[in-house]
C-alpha cells in the first residue's frame, strides 16, 4: 500500500499538471501547450501502475472539462483512453530508452490530440490541419525532462 506521502506526492503532481493545462496563455501560444495532465497521467500509469489509473484519467478529464467549458465527457474520454494505452503499454515503455519512450510519447499524445480534434469536429465547425499535432510534439520534447524530474520526486519520497 502507498503511503500517505506518496499519495499525495502523486496528487499534487496530477494538480499541478492541472493548473499547467488550463493557466491562460496569449492566442499564439496555445497551440504549442503541451499536454501537461497527459504527461503526468502518462508518467505515473508507467512508474505506478497499480495506483494510477483509468479512473485517474477520467476523474481529471472531467475536472478539466469543467474547468474549460469543454463538451461534458470530451476530456475525460480522451485522458482514459491515454491512460488505458499507457497502462496496455507500461512494460514495454519501461524498458524503452527514454528518447525512445519520447517517440511513443508523441505517437500516444497524437493519437489523443486525433481522437480530441475529431471530437471537436463533430460538437462544432473547427478547422482541420496537422498544427493539432504541436502540443503531441512538444509533449515528447519535454517527455526527457519531466520523465528525469518525476523519478528524482518520485525516489526522494519513496513511492512504489
Known amino acids: 500500500m502507498m503511503r500517505l506521502p506518496g499519495l499525495l506526492m502523486v496528487w499534487s503532481t496530477l494538480l499541478v499538471s492541472l493548473c499547467l493545462q488550463v493557466m491562460p496563455l496569449p492566442d499564439a501560444?496555445?497551440?504549442?501547450?503541451?499536454?501537461?495532465?497527459?504527461?503526468?497521467?502518462a508518467y505515473w500509469c508507467i512508474a505506478a501502475p497499480q495506483r494510477?489509473?483509468?479512473?485517474?484519467?477520467?476523474?481529471?478529464?472531467?475536472?478539466l472539462d469543467l474547468i474549460e467549458g469543454t463538451p461534458l465527457g470530451q476530456n475525460a474520454l480522451t485522458l482514459s483512453l491515454l491512460t488505458y494505452l499507457c497502462l496496455l503499454l507500461y512494460?514495454?515503455?519501461?524498458?524503452?530508452s527514454i528518447w525512445q519512450q519520447a517517440v511513443l510519447m508523441f505517437v500516444l499524445?497524437?493519437?489523443?490530440?486525433?481522437v480530441e480534434q475529431w471530437l471537436r469536429t463533430i460538437f462544432g465547425p473547427v478547422s482541420i490541419h496537422l498544427a493539432f499535432l504541436l502540443p503531441?510534439?512538444?509533449?515528447?520534447?519535454?517527455?526527457?525532462?519531466?520523465?528525469?524530474?518525476?523519478?528524482?520526486?518520485?525516489?526522494?519520497?519513496?513511492?512504489v
Open 29 to 41: 501560444w496555445l497551440m504549442w501547450r503541451p499536454n501537461w495532465l497527459g504527461l503526468a497521467l
Open 52 to 63: 494510477v489509473g483509468v479512473l485517474h484519467g477520467f476523474v481529471l478529464g472531467l475536472l
Open 91 to 96: 512494460q514495454r515503455l519501461r524498458a524503452y
Open 109 to 114: 499524445l497524437g493519437l489523443i490530440q486525433l
Open 136 to 159: 503531441a510534439l512538444m509533449g515528447a520534447a519535454l517527455w526527457p525532462w519531466l520523465f528525469t524530474m518525476m523519478q528524482v520526486l518520485r525516489r526522494r519520497f519513496k513511492i
